[in-house]
């Protein structure tokens, strides 16, 4: 079985076919990630709907952060906290230095992911992050809070730098390959230094990538390229990283 650990399901006109048509690639799990409040809501009730094949990440992106005002931001953290118990995954959050472009938009999103990570750690959860423009700062977050609550953190699209992976190597962070590792030289490098227990896949779909459409299904691309630079076979790439998403959740691998 393979698994997409990140993907915002919820922009999809027809999540139940991107499910069904990524389940004939073998793509039979899917983290449906929320940005803000309304989407962590559709997360929910996709999780819900689709029990056993749709896990429910929830949190507010940085981007979002800096483009709200104080009050709403307030109530998207409220939001989270109330909801977090029904949650797989805090996520997708993190820090975004491209858009915020002041010290207090930087400030905002540093303190809003605390107030999160608070949140993530009472109800016993694991992270996903984002940290486009600020690999290091949200690496250093989740190395803090792995070692803190014991809990485990997801560098989502993290594959721009082997010195940063070794790091996570060596701290228990997990990264997570995109469709970027389908065609992309650098991006095969970086993601052959992911330790073999680290290992996850995901699309973030769908964002499209190289002008190719996103969606669920290419985690079946992902693995076979994978794969093919390992010298191991897909059905070997899909048992490690089905067992390390377990791992990452802390559940048996027989649930999922």
Same mark, same amino acid.
């Given at each position: 079985m393979l698994i997409d650990t990140h993907c915002h399901l919820d922009q999809f006109e027809?999540? #139940?076919?991107?499910?069904?048509?990524? $389940?004939?690639r073998g793509v039979r +799990?899917?983290?449906?990630?929320? #940005?803000?409040?309304?989407?962590?809501?559709?997360?929910?009730?996709?999780?819900?709907?689709?029990?056993?094949?749709?896990?429910?990440g929830i949190g507010l992106h940085p981007v979002w952060v800096v483009?709200?005002?104080? #009050?709403?931001? #307030?109530?998207g953290?409220?939001?989270?906290?109330?909801?977090?118990?029904?949650?797989?995954?805090?996520?997708?959050?993190?820090l975004d230095f491209k858009w915020a472009e002041t010290d207090g938009q930087k400030e905002l999103q540093g303190e809003v992911l605390e107030k999160q990570f608070e949140i993530a750690a009472r109800n016993g959860k694991p992270i996903n992050l984002h940290s486009r423009r600020c690999l290091r700062q949200v690496m250093e977050r989740a190395v803090a809070f792995h070692r803190e609550t014991g809990l485990n953190a997801q560098l989502h699209?993290?594959?721009?730098?082997?010195?940063?992976?070794?790091?996570c190597n060596q701290e228990g962070i997990y990264v997570s390959v995109g469709p970027t590792a389908i065609d992309h030289p650098q991006t095969q490098e970086v993601a052959?230094?992911?330790?073999?227990?680290l290992l996850l896949l995901e699309t973030d779909a769908p964002v499209p990538v190289a002008?190719?459409?996103?969606?669920?299904?290419?985690?079946?691309?992902?693995?076979?390229?994978l $794969?093919?630079?390992?010298?191991?076979?897909?059905?070997?790439?899909?048992? +490690?990283?089905?067992a390390n998403f377990a791992r990452f959740l802390d559940v048996d691998s027989t649930v999922l």
């Open positions: 027809d999540p #139940e076919d991107a499910l069904d048509r990524a $389940a004939e +799990r899917v983290v449906a990630v929320g #940005e803000d409040p309304e989407s962590a809501r559709v997360a929910l009730e996709l999780k819900e709907r689709f029990p056993g094949r749709v896990l429910a483009q709200n005002c104080r #009050e709403d931001v #307030e109530q953290v409220s939001f989270i906290a109330e909801n977090m118990a029904e949650a797989d995954i805090l996520g997708e959050v993190g699209w993290f594959t721009q730098s082997r010195k940063l992976v070794r790091i052959l230094s992911i330790a073999d227990e002008g190719c459409p996103g969606h669920p299904q290419r985690v079946r691309e992902v693995a076979e390229v $794969a093919r630079l390992k010298g191991i076979s897909r059905e070997e790439i899909a048992e +490690r990283t089905t």
